[in-house]
């Protein structure tokens, strides 16, 4: 059978009379989507995907419905400033809401935990820093989060681990199971018209008309407008964007005898991650910050310097005395750049780019496609 096969007229006008295609079946791909379809509900909207599920960070994260740690926020004012640092917090929190108010929270297992935030012994200084920062961060986002302590102390010497008595928690946080958010937002697309498509490895547009033509092996959408939510892979289609790909590493353990706590957790300007998922097991990821360079890589192989490290923290640090061993691992691919915020422009006129998610997309995505949503129906004359 030829992959080539000349398309038919059927084939041809199968594709014809789009109006808007997205790029990427992640989770902003399919808000986006959905986002346009409840301003424009008469067009009919594709979503392309070169996997039939997808294969970026939205099918492969851990499942953190998180605005900040306070030792990443602190980190991020270094970086970019307090109003900077802020605006990105406040953005992901009203993202995490607006999430939920889509989804709904049993659709996507939210489990609302908290999450705390770990010391080692010996970082004290490093805690007490982080907890001068609380005052300030709590009254900021007093009026957005609704509560007047979104970050509290807690103690942590109940916790079978290697990590200091003092610990932070944000009250406003929690875990969702990836597979539930993903399955969700695709039925709300598919019963809301929009057609999803994988196994389409979209080439580079070029004009056509009133819109654009993109080529995918043998067949050629004709689409008035394109929104490309393709996260770390943007590049490809806008080399000039800085974007540049992260891996994150992942490993999930053979179920555990000791119970583990019901909470999210952070350690390290959220670099490092873990959390308990179903059957008593543990997910743990993260420690790119050990060895950016190498982890600046579109490979989805586990392995190097993150790899051992993850091995070496889970057991000296998280499940000290405990027996476990490797049941999953696997790597995602993230993006980031030098600024900490998304990239959300029009690159010429009728065609979007959302993208750059950083490690935070699963509380960004409603609100930056939203924000995508409206830059590309400006372009609507
Ligand atoms: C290990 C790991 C852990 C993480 N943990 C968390 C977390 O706990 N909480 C959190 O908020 N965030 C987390 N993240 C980040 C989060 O998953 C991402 O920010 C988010 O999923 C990005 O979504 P997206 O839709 O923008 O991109 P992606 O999910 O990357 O989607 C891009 C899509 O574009 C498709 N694509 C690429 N090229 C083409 C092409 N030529 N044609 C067609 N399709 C194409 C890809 O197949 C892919 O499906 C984590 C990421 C990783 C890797």
Not at 129 to 134: I, R, V, Y
Not at 333 to 361: D, H, N, Q, W, Y
């Amino acid at each position: 059978m030829s992959s080539q096969a000349a398309a038919s007229w059927w084939e041809r006008r199968y594709w014809e009379d789009v109006d808007v295609a997205v790029a990427g079946a992640g989770i902003v791909g399919l808000l986006t989507a959905i986002r346009i379809r409840e301003r424009k509900p008469n067009y009919r909207i594709v979503v392309l995907d070169r996997d039939p599920l997808a294969l970026g960070a939205s099918s492969r994260n851990a499942g953190f419905a998180c605005f900040g740690s306070i030792t990443e926020l602190l980190d991020d004012i270094g970086e970019e400033g307090w109003d900077a640092a802020l605006e990105l917090a406040v953005r992901r929190y009203e993202g995490f809401q607006a999430l939920r108010n889509i989804c709904g929270d049993a659709a996507i297992g939210l489990n609302l935990c908290g999450s705390r935030e770990v010391f080692l012994p010996g970082e004290e200084g490093r805690y007490r820093e982080a907890l001068q920062l609380m005052p300030e961060l709590n009254s900021a986002l007093a009026s957005i989060t609704g509560e007047e302590a979104t970050f509290c102390a807690a103690d942590a010497s109940q916790l079978a681990m290697n990590v200091l008595s003092e610990s932070l928690v944000n009250r406003c946080e929690g875990i969702l199971e990836t597979d539930m958010l993903l399955r969700r937002l695709r039925n709300l697309a598919t019963a809301q018209g929009i057609e999803l498509y994988g196994g389409f490895e979209m080439g580079l547009h070029e004009r056509s008309g009133q819109g654009f033509r993109i080529r995918c092996g043998r067949h050629e959408l004709n689409a008035r407008l394109l929104v490309y939510c393709t996260n770390a892979f943007t590049p490809q289609f806008f080399p000039d964007l800085p974007i540049v790909p992260a891996r994150g590493q992942v490993l999930v353990t053979t179920p555990l005898a000791q119970t583990l706590p019901n909470e999210a957790f952070f350690y390290d300007r959220g670099y490092t991650y873990f959390r308990p998922v179903f059957g008593n097991r543990l997910l743990m990821g993260g420690f790119r910050n050990k060895d950016f360079s190498a982890e600046e890589t579109y490979s989805l192989d586990p392995g190097g310097t993150v790899w051992q490290e993850l091995m070496r923290f889970t057991t000296a640090v998280v499940l000290p005395g405990q027996t476990w061993e490797v049941a999953y691992s696997w790597a995602g691919t993230m993006a980031m750049g030098a600024e900490r915020s998304p990239v959300i422009c029009a690159t010429e006129p009728g065609v979007v780019v959302c993208a750059r998610m950083s490690g935070m997309g699963v509380a960004l995505s409603a609100k930056v496609s939203q924000e995508a949503t409206e830059l590309l129906l400006q372009q609507v004359y």
